[in-house]
Structure formats: structure tokens, C-alpha cells
């Protein structure tokens, strides 16, 4: 699993266990915002359509037990399917994106100018680095690729065509951005890599955990907060600098100043980004669970406050 390997390369068996142990963790918490953010806005779907107010705490249910039978597929390379499905969705959603924009834009207004507050802050360094909580995912695809070169090429590809997202294509993120997690698990209890029962098992097991930990915690901004400013910022702004000193000074035996210097910039502005939001959506949850209580304990309270719980204030 190539960024554990990675991280053994370069620090050996601990550090690859310690990397092993985040970046499950990382993944595992990364499918939470996804289901809460396909549900809250199903909920708000069928509420504008239908007039129906029909609880996302149970959209979670619902699209749990649609997810999960996908998820009993294997690798990456096994849902070619799934991908083109949710590349054609990210096309179709950021078209129509920008169509609304467009014919939006007469009846807008410039808002007042507003000073950020910390909090406020904290929240958007969490939402940013959760939005590029692909690292541990990158090097997995790489390994399935027939021609492994041309992996920037592809990143390239994906970035150009990723403007937005949608309930559908959120969904079909989460089959295979997941799978890591998967194929960790499998390999650390000798589940053999073939479809059966063992990997039903276990994949379904996953998947009621990620569902009973949205249904205790039902907010998105929270959440996304909590996943993106402690099990995601490390993979972004702390090991790719550290790991890249290391591996230069094995290689050669000698590294220079300004490569440490940046690479210390950088780790110390992901430290500082990382505790701030994670002080931040502790503090969120202390406060929201005074009067939103989880959804297994009262879902009429629970989805509620879908609108506006646990956004900081400006």
C-alpha cells in the first residue's frame, strides 16, 4: 500500500504504522461528510419539490444500503463503470452550476465587507484541506494504472474537470475513495483479494460504522472541520515536506537550506492550521450538542438545524 511503503522508505516499520493507522483514519472519516452532505442535501431536494420534509437522518439509511453493495467490488480498477458514470456527472453538474450563476447574477448584490473571525478561519482551513484529501488515494490509482508515467497527466485531467459536485457524484466518490481503506484492512486480516463472503463482511461492517457516526454526529460543517484539520492536513502540508527532506538526504547525503527552510514553513503552517481547527470543532461540538442531539436519540431535532448548525459565525 504505497504511501505506508513510502513512509517506511523513509522512516521505517513505525512510521510506517503510524502513517498505516491515519491514513485509515483519514479515509474512515472522509466518508462522513460525504453521506452527511448527499443526505442534508436530499433532504432540502425533496423538501423543494415534493414538499415533504423527509428526515436526512433517514436519506442516511438509504443511501448506506445502496452504497454498500457497490462497495463489495474490489480495487479501483475494477469500477471503470463507476468512474465514467461520475466523471459524466461532474460535467453535467458544473454545467448546470454555471448556468445558474449566469442566470443568477443580475438579481445579486455585493455584500457588505466582513472581517473573518478565528473561528471562522479555523473552519475554511479544515473545508480546503479536506477538499484535497487525495494523497493517500493518488499513489493507490497510480498502482493500478497500466502506464504509471502518465499519472500527472492524469491529475491534470481530473482537476480541469473537477468544478463541482453533486449528490450522485459525491456518492460514486465515496465507492472509490474508500477503497483504501478497504484493501488496508483486508491485507492486515488475510481477506484474499477476490468478491466472497469475508470481504462482504467487512466492508458492510465499515460501512455501519461511517453510518453510525453520522447519524451521532448529524452536521456536515463540523464534520468536515474535525476531518479536515486533523486526519487530513498531515497528509498534506506535514509528510510530503518531511518526507521529501529525508528521502533527498538519503539519497544524496546532503540537503539544502532552502529546502529545509521551506519545507519547515510549511510544516509549521499546517501544525498551526491543524490545531486551530481541530480546537475549533471541539469546541463546535460542545456547543451544538446542547440542543441537536444525534438522530438515534431525536431526529425531528437533529434535522432541524440542517441550514445553519455548525458554520462559525464571520
Not at 82 to 88: E, P, Q, Y
Not at 254 to 263: E, F, G, I, N, Y
Request: proline content about 6%.
Amino acid at each position: 500500500y504505497p504511501y505506508p511503503a513510502l513512509a517506511e522508505k523513509v522512516g521505517g516499520i513505525i512510521l510506517r504504522r503510524v502513517v498505516t493507522v491515519m491514513q485509515d483514519l483519514a479515509i474512515f472519516g472522509a466518508a462522513v461528510p460525504f453521506m452527511l452532505l448527499a443526505s442534508e442535501t436530499l433532504q432540502q431536494l425533496v423538501e423543494k419539490l415534493a414538499g415533504l420534509n423527509f428526515s436526512f437522518c433517514y436519506w442516511l439509511l438509504i443511501t448506506t444500503i445502496i452504497l454498500t453493495p457497490l462497495l463489495w467490488l474490489g480495487t479501483p480498477k475494477d469500477l471503470g463503470v463507476v468512474t465514467w458514470i461520475g466523471a459524466s456527472s461532474v460535467v453535467l453538474v458544473s454545467i448546470l452550476t454555471l448556468v445558474g450563476l449566469i442566470l443568477d447574477a443580475p438579481d445579486t448584490s455585493d455584500p457588505a465587507p466582513v472581517t473573518p473571525s478565528l473561528a471562522a478561519a479555523a473552519y475554511c482551513f479544515a473545508a480546503v484541506a479536506f477538499q484535497f484529501d487525495i494523497h493517500p488515494m493518488i499513489l493507490t490509482v497510480q498502482m493500478d494504472m497500466r502506464q504509471k508515467h502518465r499519472l500527472p497527466h492524469a491529475l491534470v485531467v481530473a482537476f480541469i474537470v473537477w468544478l463541482t459536485r453533486a449528490i450522485f457524484q459525491l456518492l460514486l466518490c465515496l465507492v472509490l475513495g474508500i477503497n483504501t481503506l478497504f484493501q488496508d484492512l483486508e491485507n492486515s486480516l488475510h481477506i484474499p483479494d477476490e468478491f466472497g463472503w469475508r470481504r462482504i463482511c467487512l466492508r458492510t461492517t465499515v460501512m455501519l460504522l461511517v453510518l453510525f457516526v453520522c447519524e451521532s454526529i448529524p452536521h456536515f460543517a463540523v464534520a468536515i472541520e474535525l476531518v479536515g484539520g486533523l486526519l487530513v492536513t498531515p497528509f498534506i502540508f506535514i509528510f510530503p515536506p518531511a518526507f521529501h527532506i529525508l528521502i533527498k538526504h538519503k539519497a544524496s547525503g546532503r540537503v539544502d537550506v532552502r529546502d529545509v527552510v521551506l519545507a519547515a514553513n510549511i510544516m509549521c503552517l499546517g501544525a498551526v492550521g491543524c490545531i486551530a481547527a481541530t480546537v475549533e470543532s471541539f469546541i463546535q461540538v460542545v456547543k451544538l450538542k446542547e440542543f441537536a442531539p444525534p438522530c438515534y436519540i431525536n431526529i425531528t431535532a437533529a434535522s432541524a438545524i440542517t441550514d445553519s448548525t455548525g458554520f462559525p459565525n464571520p
